[in-house]
């Protein structure tokens, strides 16, 4: 089960599965555009969050494109505790 953290709103696990589901390194546009109900401005302003804690993490050469990290993997699978997150 995937922990529950205060930080955390309901389009972050949204955001994460797409990026898992991809595995691909893919800008905020493309993954709102692939998010039912998840706005441009949501994924823009969650994805440095996620990537503040090590979630998802911005592609070295590629600007504004992200993708998940194994942070991001193992929390999708439910193997981090939610001190390991907040």
């Known amino acids: 089960m995937r922990p529950l953290v205060s930080w ?14 991809s595995d691909l390194e893919i800008p905020p546009a493309v ?4 998010i039912d109900g998840v706005s441009h401005p949501t994924v823009k302003r969650r994805l ?20 998940i990290t194994d942070r991001g993997r193992a929390y999708l699978a439910g193997d981090l505790n939610a001190d390991d997150l907040e």
């Open 48 to 67: 440095p969050v996620l990537d503040d804690h090590g979630l998802v993490a911005k592609a070295p050469e590629k600007r504004g494109y992200y993708h």
């Open 8 to 21: 955390m709103t309901k389009s972050d696990p949204a955001i994460l599965e797409l990026l898992e589901e």
């Open 31 to 34: 993954i709102s555009h692939n």
